[in-house]
């Protein structure tokens, strides 16, 4: 299980300095509706995005016990994003980060309803089913986001 404790020791160890309560779970967004409907039938890849010292980084979770790899699926120095978007899509947030030549569209599960998604399954604090971090951290972390794309 990949509670807040677990995240930060995973970014700590591969050389990483995580800012407390900016962590989210994420995935690559759909490129259209055929892809959304996929990604619900067919194993969606999940990450944890966290705000950094100097970058977001996005690290994978592992398909079975919901517990990260120590390894970075991408790491975004804060002085590459040129702009970020962030807007609701039917139960989830799109955002998109804006890089000179490229954009990368995640997707992240709202809040209410996370407790009975990917996202509140991946960010349990504890075995109790009903504490996330995921739903803790997202009004927060979407904030920080947008800030990142006006600085």
């Known amino acids: 299980m990949a ?3 677990r995240i930060t020791e995973v970014l700590q160890q591969i050389g990483y300095e995580p800012q407390e309560g900016k962590t989210i779970v994420v995935s690559y967004a759909p490129e259209n509706l055929s892809d959304a409907i996929r990604k619900i039938f067919i194993l969606n890849n999940f990450y944890a995005l966290s705000f950094c010292k100097e970058q977001l980084v996005l690290i994978p979770y592992r398909h079975f016990w919901a517990d ?6 991408l790491e975004l120095p804060y002085s590459s994003v040129v702009g970020v978007e962030v807007r609701e899509t039917g139960i989830n947030y ?5 890089l000179e030549d490229e954009v990368i569209a995640l997707s992240a599960q709202q809040a209410e309803l996370s407790a009975l998604r ?3 399954m991946y960010s349990l604090e504890d075995w109790s089913g009903t504490n996330n971090w995921h739903k803790n951290n997202l009004k927060g972390t979407l904030k920080a986001l947008k800030a990142l794309g006006c600085a």
């Open 68 to 73: 990260v790899k120590k390894e970075v699926t």
């Open 3 to 5: 509670n807040t404790r």
């Open 118 to 120: 990917n996202s509140g």
């Open 94 to 98: 799109r955002i998109d980060i804006k």
